[in-house]
């Protein structure tokens, strides 16, 4: 019996050790979720991060910088303007496509350069609600810089500011939207598209001269050509309000030249 008992336990160890010394671990298969391509869901699109990798702003000066640099200081030395200058004033015209820029360095604000606005939609009107594809009108600040925007490159505005956020509240309109950028490419849904190389040599001089030293006005149209007026049975009471303050912006910036043409024409008479 004991010898039985013996040689039964030693199959089942045996048996035991061939099953360990075979045993091959169970592999967990590596679940792979396909990954879906971002897709614009909501009209005031953040430009998301290029997937070639990130870059600084520091990188976007060593690749744009000489080359938007050139172009820019021939701008300024035929505007007779200092350059880099002290401070820029970007002025968006919507109806006629044109994006001006205005600078100075010890003196008055001249006339440096008009970009041509390659898509802005909308109609004329002040952005109200997120999702409504307007291009804001007001008056604005550079509140950020995009190195990697999938649209190039790409300025942030401080839309909505103190102004909009104001009357919003006053009108219980608790999404104004957000998220409207100057950037390149063409394309655009509530955003100034520029096109790749004028982005660049904004982006630039944004960087060399400061953003707390830019200043954005979007208006309608030329309030130098056709006075502003706001059509009250479309658009808010208020509109008249900012309307009034866009013309006075633009007006301020406009008097110098005409005050040079003056004096230039006044010179040949004599």
Known sequence: ??????????????????????????????????????????????????????????DIQQIYGANATRKLNAYFTKAKVSFPPKEITLVALKQERKLELWARDNKEFRLIHTYHIQAASGVAGPKLRLGDKQVPEGIYRIDGLNPNSHYHLSMKLNYPNEFDLLHAEMEGRTEPGSDIFIHGRAVSIGCLAMGDETIEELFILTTQIGAENVKVVIAPHDPRVTPLTADTAQLPLWTTELYANISREINALSTTVKSAQSTSSQAMLH
């Open 1 to 58: 019996m004991k010898s039985t008992r013996k040689i039964t336990v030693g199959l089942a160890l045996t048996t035991l050790l061939v099953a360990c010394s075979t045993y091959q671990p169970i592999e967990t298969p590596t679940v792979i979720t396909p990954v879906k391509p971002q897709v614009q869901t909501k009209p005031n699109y953040v430009p998301p991060i290029n997937p070639l990798g990130e870059r600084t702003v520091e």
